[in-house]
T-cell receptor, first 116, second 114 residues
Framework: AQTVTQSQPEMSVQEAETVTLSCTYD???????LFWYKQPPSRQMILVIR??????QNATENRFSVNFQKAAKSFSLKISDSQLGDAAMYFC?????????????FGQGTRLTINP | NAGVTQTPKFRILKIGQSMTLQCTQD?????MYWYRQDPGMGLKLIYY???????DKGEVPNGYNVSRSTTEDFPLRLELAAPSQTSVYFC?????????????FGPGTRLTVL
């Protein structure tokens, strides 16, 4: 079974600086999706960024980018020019493409605090 | 589009009571899911459906039931509520696993069982 590990329960960063959140995963599959979701105090799960495992190019969405290292099974999220609205819980998630494995496997989450 | 909507937002149940959590999506997604999130944890899959009339168990299905009579609706039924079911429940939907792969979430229902 796949597992996702986020080793940083909490992180903090000064406003306008850059922060990187770590995520590692374990799988024997060669094709899959990886996601970062943001959960603000409202509890809404918001998709931040998505990476297809077959793509070597790292995904980017405005200030958010990932460092996807397939061989190392690592999927970190970099937030540039941090803003107060970025404060939230961040979850890394894995999705298999195998028939019957229709679920997201989540990490434990990292709570990100932005200091003004 | 409203996306994925859930009702109610909050609910308090007594032990042994039953209730249904409602979930509706208007994106014409064929896959729908129910997750629960316990305090300080990530989400765990309860049940999922790959289309109307087809449902299957996830990681933590005990104490719950689902049905999928239409593409849009995927209600979650709690029978004989127990304190261990105190959690935040999220419904999500997506296209098939090979198309996009992104799951879109509803706003959640906070359930307390006393």
């Amino acid at each position: 079974a796949q597992t996702v590990t986020q080793s940083q329960p909490e992180m903090s960063v000064q406003e306008a600086e850059t922060v990187t959140l770590s995520c590692t995963y374990d799988t024997s599959e060669s094709d899959y999706y990886l996601f970062w979701y943001k959960q603000p105090p409202s509890r809404q799960m918001i998709l931040v960024i998505r990476q297809e495992a077959y793509k070597q190019q790292n995904a980017t969405e405005n200030r958010f980018s990932v460092n996807f290292q397939k061989a190392a099974k690592s999927f970190s999220l970099k937030i540039s020019d941090s803003q107060l609205g970025d404060a939230a819980m961040y979850f890394c998630a894995y999705r298999s493409l195998i028939q019957g494995a229709q679920k997201l496997v989540f990490g434990q989450g990292t709570r990100l605090t932005i200091n003004p | 589009n409203a996306g994925v909507t859930q009702t109610p937002k909050f609910r308090i149940l007594k032990i042994g009571q039953s209730m249904t959590l409602q979930c509706t999506q208007d994106m014409n997604h064929n896959y729908m899911y129910w997750y629960r999130q316990d305090p300080g944890m990530g989400l765990k899959l309860i049940y999922y459906s790959v289309g109307a009339g087809i449902t299957d168990k996830g990681e933590v299905p005990n104490g719950y039931n689902v049905s999928r009579s239409t593409t849009e609706d995927f209600p979650l039924r709690l029978e004989l509520a127990a304190p261990s079911q105190t959690s935040v429940y999220f419904c999500a939907s997506s296209y098939g696993r090979q198309v996009g792969g992104t799951q879109y979430f509803g706003p959640g229902t906070r359930l307390t069982v006393l």
